[in-house]
């Protein structure tokens, strides 16, 4: 299956791939790869953060007070 692609950014792939020694198809890979697993540590990310704990409510009063207290740790330095 071909894609067309602009030859601009054809050419940028083509520059990275030869700079890291490997195919363009190889390195789209590589890039496909990273794509993913990006995705999934994000996921994991996400999950990590519903899991962590007693929800916050984060409006502005919240803001405020965590704006309050960090002023007020940078001061006492």
């Known amino acids: 299956m071909g894609i067309s692609i602009s030859p601009r950014l054809e050419t940028e792939l083509r520059t990275r791939a030869e700079a890291e ?11 496909l790869r990273a ?7 994000l996921a994991s990310l996400a999950r990590e953060g519903l899991d962590s704990g ?5 409006g ?11 002023e007020a740790r940078l001061n006492d330095r």
């Open 60 to 70: 502005a009063d919240y803001w405020d007070d965590k704006h309050r207290r960090l």
């Open 21 to 31: 020694g490997i195919s363009l198809e190889a390195y789209i890979e590589r890039l």
């Open 54 to 58: 007693e929800l916050i409510e984060a």
């Open 35 to 41: 794509d993913e697993q990006a995705k999934s540590e």
